[in-house]
């Protein structure tokens, strides 16, 4: 497995990183107005707008895409893909985004490898980072290591976003990478392993 290596073990860096690192502010709501589409028509809206050859239509359903990921509580989501148009959503739980779009994953990494500009590939990687399909995420660090087409500056955001992202989700590995300054899948799989077992013991011991 691909190691992900950190730039500088400090935690302060580290705690930056977690905070400032997972994607695009949510964009500013303003007068409501407008349905709310149901989400298979706007999964097939942002997938046809990603596909687009032209840059403004992929910038902006990029940007909405961020946009919906990080609404984890009752929002209103301003659509730069469609003009004058609002969705609203409403969460009881205040935990995860609300929207699912995890059918997009495959559509962003593409446009993180492919992407018109350095712009758009850095777009692409926030929505990635922000939806949060490990499967797709586990892909790009199995694949950083051969980025011969990505530039440096995309080269080291994607790193850090890459480890903002694995210390964020699993802070347990937060020690082992002040430690030796490098983590690896193989530790995220590790820690999997010990919570499931962990959350398996509790319930044997509440039975």
Partial sequence: MNPIRLFRPQAALLLVLAGSLL?????????????????????????????SKDAMRQESALMDVISLA?????CIVDLHSIQNKQIRIENDT????????????PDLLE???????????????????????????????QESSTMDRQSQRVKGLTQRSLVAFYLQRYPELTERAQRTNTFSLDDVQRVRITRARAAKKAIMNRS
Avoid: F, W
Avoid at 70 to 74: E, G, L, Y
């Fill in 111 to 141: 446009l993180y490898r492919r992407g018109l500009t350095d712009g758009h590939r850095l777009l692409a990687l926030s929505a990635l980072i922000n939806v949060g399909n490990e499967m797709a995420i586990e892909t790009l660090v």
């Fill in 70 to 74: 990080k609404c984890t509580s009752a």
């Fill in 94 to 105: 205040d935990a995860g985004s609300i929207v699912n779009l995890e059918a997009l994953a």
């Fill in 23 to 51: 994607g695009v502010p949510l964009a500013a709501a303003s007068i409501l107005g407008g349905a709310a589409q149901d989400p298979p028509t706007l999964i097939k809206h942002l997938r046809t707008e990603m596909s």
